[in-house]
């Protein structure tokens, strides 16, 4: 099947959507990213994803070209084109477009696209028994913002392979912060902590807060490394993975290796409504 | 004229040289860059811009899919049909080619591209009379590497033109480090100084400070902000630009407000190895 995707304002086949060569995006790393789901033919909390969107392209001084209506609607046919009856994975950017004199943006220029396909599910297994991380000291560039810098995460790729991890948790001077493309929840005493400054406040965190805040004392705050190791219970949370328990960090054990109970309560939760939603 | 450009070991037209949206140039950031000068038809001083090149990509574990004579030899072809008988100012940039799951570089996928145009030289004045600065607190990613990551410069870019400052100076924790696209020296006493750590070591640099050499005491270490605005003289050095004089940051007067005198000696030898190499 050949897939679709969109290029500022058209849905055409991926394998035809190109972009130039002097393009900000591509030159200079200047762009915005967003990964959203959708479970059943519509953009999970898109909503949401579009907020984080525009503040994103604010904090860089981006215009959105399209409108949100008009990115809803190609997406919608983006899932129902690559990935009919099955979960999708979007990913949906926005780049300066072509650079005056290799380095400036010209406002307008900007270059909007969009992707998707069928979401490859992760092991059953992460879910039933829990998933591990590796660290490594890192703080996001422009944290609270979901720029293209992947750098750090993309080189690092092969050494959580290797490791057999399922992602990789930046910290910052014994603080801990997010994964390279997940935020981290650790569970003590029955409450819930994550981090509340200098990370991206991804959409499933946010959802996950919520679900967390109906039967759990749920706090926003810094989490130290000795929390973490010292944890009753650790999870990550992402778009495209919901919410996966942790069981070990760097080979240490967390929670005695097992998902634990508020886990997977939130886990539940955040099934029953993603289907409700 | 049509400009040319080089993509994948082909040279074409720039307007048709397009690369697929799954890149990880594009999706990831996931780049390294290169900005090289010819002065009369052959890329300046490209050994050591190519050993630049291959030291960056070591660094992010990206190939380079052509040898450095190929390279060499297609930047000569864009140069002549570009800039025939001008200056050229040459970008080289190397990505991780089409992603594998939206994040993992997969080695041999690598995209390489080159881009050439005739120089738009500075205003001489700036050569006369001197530039001004304005700063700012940031320290580049994997300093010592060309990563495409500039979002910062770019987006600096309305700031400094509205300054009138030629560039834009990252300051970290009271110490001096470099232009968002140059690097710079301060001049004491007769004593050269530039910062020679957590900088990228530019081409245009290492040849200042070999000249620099031959008839000043020379010093790479660390330059304090004080030692800046205390400074006789300052300058910067780019390939794009040559070396030039730096009169006033963040609207407070270097040296008198004029370019020094040595400043000016350097500005001459510079200019004779240029036209000797």
Same mark, same amino acid.
């Given at each position: 099947?050949?897939?679709? +995707?969109?290029?500022?304002?058209?849905?055409?086949?991926?394998?035809?959507?190109?972009?130039?060569?002097?393009?900000?995006?591509?030159?200079?790393?200047?762009?915005?990213?967003?990964?959203?789901?959708?479970?059943?033919?519509?953009?999970?909390?898109?909503?949401?994803?579009?907020?984080?969107?525009?503040?994103?392209?604010?904090?860089?001084?981006?215009?959105?070209?399209r409108?949100?209506?008009?990115?809803?609607?190609?997406? #919608?046919?983006?899932?129902a084109?690559?990935?009919?009856?099955? #979960?999708?994975?979007?990913?949906?950017?926005?780049?300066?477009?072509? @650079?005056?004199?290799?380095?400036?943006?010209?406002?307008?220029?900007?270059?909007?696209?969009?992707?998707?396909?069928?979401t490859?599910?992760?092991?059953?297994?992460?879910?039933?028994?829990?998933?591990?991380?590796?660290?490594?000291?890192?703080e996001?560039?422009?944290?609270?913002?979901?720029?293209?810098?992947?750098?750090?995460?993309?080189?690092?790729?092969?050494?959580?392979?290797?490791?057999?991890?399922?992602?990789?948790?930046?910290?910052?001077?014994?603080?801990?912060?997010? +994964?390279?493309?997940?935020?981290?929840? =650790?569970?003590?005493?029955?409450?819930?902590?994550?981090?509340?400054?200098?990370?991206?406040?991804? =959409?499933? #965190?946010?959802?996950?807060?919520?679900?967390?805040?109906?039967?759990?004392?749920?706090?926003?705050? @810094?989490?130290?490394?000795?929390a973490?190791?010292?944890?009753?219970?650790?999870?990550?949370?992402?778009?495209?993975?919901?919410?996966?328990?942790v069981?070990?960090?760097?080979?240490?054990?967390?929670?005695?290796?097992?998902?634990?109970?508020?886990?997977?309560?939130?886990?539940?939760?955040?099934?029953?409504?993603?289907?409700?939603?």
């Amino acid at each position: 099947m050949e897939l679709l +995707c969109y290029l500022n304002g058209s849905i055409m086949p991926l394998a035809e959507a190109k972009i130039g060569i002097t393009d900000l995006g591509l030159l200079r790393g200047f762009g915005i990213y967003q990964g959203i789901t959708a479970f059943s033919g519509e953009p999970f909390h898109f909503d949401d994803h579009w907020e984080r969107f525009e503040k994103s392209a604010d904090a860089l001084g981006l215009a959105l070209p399209r409108s949100q209506g008009e990115v809803r609607h190609a997406l #919608r046919t983006l899932i129902a084109r690559n990935s009919p009856g099955r #979960r999708a994975s979007i990913r949906l950017v926005l780049t300066g477009g072509a @650079a005056k004199g290799g380095l400036e943006h010209v406002p307008g220029r900007e270059t909007l696209f969009a992707t998707a396909e069928p979401t490859a599910p992760l092991a059953p297994e992460l879910y039933e028994h829990g998933a591990s991380l590796i660290t490594h000291e890192y703080e996001r560039f422009m944290p609270e913002s979901k720029t293209t810098h992947y750098i750090t995460a993309v080189m690092l790729q092969p050494k959580r392979k290797e490791a057999g991890a399922l992602e990789i948790l930046f910290t910052k001077n014994g603080r801990v912060l997010e +994964c390279a493309t997940s935020n981290v929840f =650790v569970v003590k005493d029955g409450a819930v902590y994550t981090p509340g400054a200098d990370v991206l406040k991804g =959409v499933t #965190r946010a959802i996950t807060l919520a679900l967390a805040e109906k039967a759990y004392p749920t706090h926003e705050a @810094a989490v130290l490394l000795p929390a973490l190791f010292g944890a009753d219970e650790a999870f990550i949370t992402s778009s495209f993975k919901d919410i996966v328990p942790v069981v070990a960090v760097d080979g240490r054990i967390i929670g005695g290796g097992k998902p634990g109970p508020v886990t997977r309560d939130l886990m539940k939760r955040f099934t029953a409504y993603a289907h409700a939603h």
